[in-house]
């Protein structure tokens, strides 16, 4: 774009930034084809101030946009919730996972649940807008997540046969910050979300498995990031871990490197159950396509299973199995094993 033609570029939108960065917000790749493109741009009068505006009859309704760590707390308090960290590099497919669970329940129930609301409708909707073909681009194309806290995505679910919902609350944060944790696991500390998850979900991008000068970088940044939150204290012994191959159509397409790509993955999972069986309560393996690119895969595919074992009862509140130790003392009185506290020490 040269100078001239840039001094031109305007849009009636005033939140579009087209001019400046070259991108449509609406995310239309052919500008012409925007009704705002080109236009003056509209002036808006500003609101009134409180003490100068009429009240306007009708009932204010609360925002659905994704929710920050205050109002996960209070949700926390007052209704059965399952949290679920979703960690992964930049670009490996963490916001699309939350809008392919999401869109999973357009359809109707899904294994056993059936959709019950959301308070977050408006980042559901708007994840799911950048992930469908409907957006009109070429390809699906997904808004980065910006740094900064977590937010957090909410869906209330009611299993079959039971009158009680129960929430799942989908964290989102950016790969950036994530991955910095392997330089300054000290960072994790201050993940809200690690430290409250039931399930912390790893994903292990596929398109990058495929190609031999990036599959190492996707071990360690699953290993190196696993390893920081653990030594820094952000994981609990009863969480289960999810290990996640994405983009299953790209590694699919991947002709003969596509056994190559799943091996790998495979590899990937045994040296994550060596190192990290023990702070776990269960690691589990899943191969999803929660925003395919090609035929290659079914929209979602692999979503379902996956969905299963977040929803699963959470081990948090299931009773820790203590391993009885016979104590070794030669004196009868020293081989009695002590009563089992009874929290009032
Ligand atoms: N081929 C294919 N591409 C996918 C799939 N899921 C996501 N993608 C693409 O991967 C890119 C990154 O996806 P995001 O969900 O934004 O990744 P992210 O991990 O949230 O990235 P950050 O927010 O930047 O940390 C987007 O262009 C998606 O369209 C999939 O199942 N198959
Ligand atoms: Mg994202």
Redesign the pocket.
């Known amino acids: 774009m040269d100078v001239t033609e840039e001094a031109f570029v305007r849009c009636a939108n005033p939140e579009c930034k087209v001019a400046e960065n070259g991108r449509c917000i609406e995310g239309i790749a052919d500008l012409q084809s925007c009704t705002h493109y080109g236009k003056a741009l509209v002036i808006v009068d500003r609101p009134a101030s409180p003490a100068t505006r009429k009240p306007v009859p009708g009932v204010s309704l609360p925002g659905a946009e994704a929710m920050a760590r205050g109002d996960v707390q209070l949700m926390l308090r007052n209704q059965p919730c399952n949290v679920v960290a979703i960690v992964?590099?930049?670009?490996?497919?963490?916001?699309?996972?939350i809008?392919?669970a999401f869109d999973l329940f357009q359809q109707g129930p899904v294994d056993g649940f059936s959709f019950a609301g959301s308070s977050t409708l408006h980042s559901f909707e708007q994840a799911c807008h950048?992930?469908r073909r409907a957006s009109k681009q070429k390809?699906?194309?997904?808004?980065?997540?910006q740094t900064g806290d977590a937010t957090f995505f909410h869906l209330d679910l009611v299993p079959d046969g039971c009158k009680g919902k129960r929430s799942a609350l989908l964290a989102?944060r950016?790969?950036?910050d994530y991955m910095e944790v392997q330089t300054t696991p000290a960072l994790a500390e201050q993940f809200f979300e690690l430290h409250r998850a039931d399930t912390i979900t790893v994903?292990a991008d596929?398109?990058h498995l495929l190609d031999s000068g990036l599959r190492h970088q996707v071990k360690d940044d699953i290993c190196l990031t696993l390893r920081a939150f653990q030594e820094s204290g952000a994981t609990r012994p009863w969480q289960r871990l999810a290990v996640v191959l994405?983009?299953?159509?790209?590694v699919r397409e991947g002709a003969g490197k596509s056994e190559r790509a799943l091996q790998n993955f495979e590899r990937i999972l045994e040296d994550v159950r060596k190192q990290f069986t023990q702070h776990f309560r269960d690691i589990q393996s899943f191969h999803?396509?929660?925003?395919?690119?090609?035929p290659s895969?079914d929209r979602g595919e692999g979503m379902v299973e996956l969905l299963r074992y977040w929803m699963s009862e959470p081990a948090r509140l299931q009773p820790v199995s203590v391993p009885v130790v016979i104590p070794t003392a030669a004196r009868s009185f020293g081989k009695l094993a002590p009563l089992a506290s009874n929290g009032h020490e």
């Open positions: 992964g590099p930049v670009g490996s497919g963490k916001t699309s996972l809008a392919g950048d992930t390809t699906p194309m997904m808004e980065r997540t989102n950016s790969g950036e994903l596929g398109k994405t983009k299953l159509d790209a999803v396509a929660a925003s395919p690119q090609s895969a």
